[in-house]
Structure formats: structure tokens, C-alpha cells
């Protein structure tokens, strides 16, 4: 279990852009410009890891393969891929861009089967997303009901899941908090580290995440609120090293 909390700073593409949405809702979007400048800011200021979304994918409405491929491949840091990743050829496409792991969402509750298979085969290069109204799991860019949390949690640990992304769909994109008690309660059902997504505000939520670390929370991914300035991911840094 990692010591302190990561930090993924999130890289969220829409149509060729670097966005925020509201609840992940298509239409919230929010522009921020080049992914590769964003990408590379946070790299400069010291991310060590990258969390990078095609939301075309994930919503059904196109993709941005080449300028995700792009962006990857500018990284020297590491690359954790979401977004459409549902079957062998788009998870071989991620896995080429040389990315440290992927994140599935949608495969994992739609085609069960293909997904054990790739965890067997690919290992801790795969996570897989959870991201849940209440407790009940979203898939399809989060747009369809997919099953209950800890019933899907259960069956992905029997398969051997290395890893999990877990997201409070009404806190995603809202600068509201992270939902501690999603977080606390998804680290006592499952022995595997968990990543936080969704929410975080400002240094106290780094802080109140990093109190999660001992039960299981290895990282926490921060978009609005580093595009917002609410805080720079040098401080955010320096708070879950202190
Ligand atoms: O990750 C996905 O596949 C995804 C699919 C559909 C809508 C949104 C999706 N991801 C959003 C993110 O990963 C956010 O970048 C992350 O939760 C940060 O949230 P916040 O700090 O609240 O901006």
C-alpha cells in the first residue's frame, strides 16, 4: 500500500479539448484548451502521474484516439487511460500509446466475461472504474444504470481486479467535496487500493483523502479544481507529501 496519497490530475478531452463537465453530463462542458498544454503543465509542475479521459469515447460520440495517443506519448510520467475502452481493439489501442494502465468502466458491467479475461491476461495494467449515484453503478459515460457497487466489487475481486477508480457521479466536476463515506465504505469491502474520483475543492480534501490511505485509498484524481486555480498542484504536492 502506497505511503502517501497520489495525486492524478485529470485530463478530460472533448472534441479535441481539454474540458470539465458537470456530473460528467455531455453539454456541461467547460473549455480549457489544448490537452497537450495541460497535460504538460501539470507535467512541469511535478504530477507523477496522469489521469487522461476520452470522453468522446465514453459517450459514444466519436473519439479522440490520435491526440490521446499524442498526448501519452508526450508524457514521461505515468499515464492512467479512461474513456471507451471496451473491447480487444480499443484496449489494444490504449495499451499502444504506452500508457501504465487503463481504466474500464462500461466493459465491466455490460461484457463481465471479456473483462475477467483481460484482467487475467493484462493484470495490474488494468483498473476498473466505479462510478456510482448512490450505489448504484453507471456505464456509458455514465448515462445508463449498470447493477449494484458492491455486488459488481465481490465478482471483480474473485476475478482478480488489481485496482479501482471510484467516482460520486453527483460530486464529479461540482468543487463539493469527495464523498468520504463512498470512499470508506468501497475500502472495507475490498482489499485492493482504491483511487478517489470526483469532487476534491481545495487542500482539505487532499488532506481528509490522505487520512484514507491506511484503509486502502492509494490516489486521488483532481480536475475542476486545479482548472479553477482553487489551489496549484504544487501545493497540492507538497500537501500529501507533508
Ligand atoms: O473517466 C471516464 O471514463 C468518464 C466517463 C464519462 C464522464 C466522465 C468521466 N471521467 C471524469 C473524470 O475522470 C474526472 O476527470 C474526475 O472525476 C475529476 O473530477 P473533478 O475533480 O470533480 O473535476
Redo the contacts with the bound molecule.
Keep these: 500500500m502506497a505511503a502517501k496519497l497520489e495525486l492524478l490530475p485529470?485530463v478530460?478531452v472533448r472534441d479535441g479539448q481539454a474540458v470539465?463537465?458537470v456530473h460528467?453530463e455531455s453539454g456541461s462542458e467547460t473549455s480549457y484548451g489544448s490537452p497537450l498544454e495541460a497535460a504538460l503543465a501539470w507535467q512541469r509542475s511535478g504530477a507523477e502521474w496522469l489521469?487522461l479521459?476520452d470522453?468522446d469515447a465514453?459517450?459514444g460520440t466519436g473519439d479522440n484516439r490520435a491526440l490521446i495517443a499524442e498526448v501519452a506519448g508526450a508524457m514521461d510520467i505515468k499515464v492512467e487511460l479512461?474513456?471507451g475502452i471496451r473491447d480487444d481493439a480499443s484496449l489494444a489501442a490504449a495499451l499502444a500509446t504506452g500508457c501504465t494502465r487503463v481504466?474500464l468502466?462500461t466493459a465491466a458491467l455490460e461484457t463481465p466475461e471479456w473483462v475477467a479475461k483481460v484482467i487475467a491476461e493484462f493484470g495490474d495494467k488494468i483498473a476498473v472504474?466505479l462510478?456510482v449515484r448512490g450505489t448504484t453503478l453507471r456505464g456509458r459515460?455514465?448515462t445508463r444504470d449498470g447493477g449494484d457497487l458492491y455486488e459488481t466489487l465481490a465478482r471483480l475481486d474473485s476475478e482478480g481486479c488489481a485496482r479501482y477508480v471510484v467516482?460520486d457521479i453527483a460530486?464529479?466536476?461540482?468543487?463539493t467535496g469527495p464523498n468520504l463515506e463512498l470512499l470508506r465504505n468501497v475500502c472495507e469491502a475490498t482489499d485492493k487500493p482504491v483511487v478517489a474520483?470526483?469532487?476534491?475543492s481545495c487542500l482539505d480534501d487532499l488532506r481528509a483523502i490522505s487520512e484514507l490511505v491506511p484503509l486502502g485509498v492509494e490516489g486521488a484524481?483532481?480536475?475542476?479544481?486545479l482548472y479553477a486555480k482553487a489551489f496549484t498542484l504544487e501545493e497540492a504536492l507538497k500537501v500529501v507529501a507533508a
Design positions: 485529470a478530460d470539465r463537465l460528467g489521469h479521459v470522453l465514453a459517450f479512461s474513456g481504466n468502466g472504474g462510478d459515460g455514465w467516482t460530486k464529479d466536476g461540482t468543487l474520483s470526483g469532487g476534491v484524481i483532481v480536475g475542476k479544481a
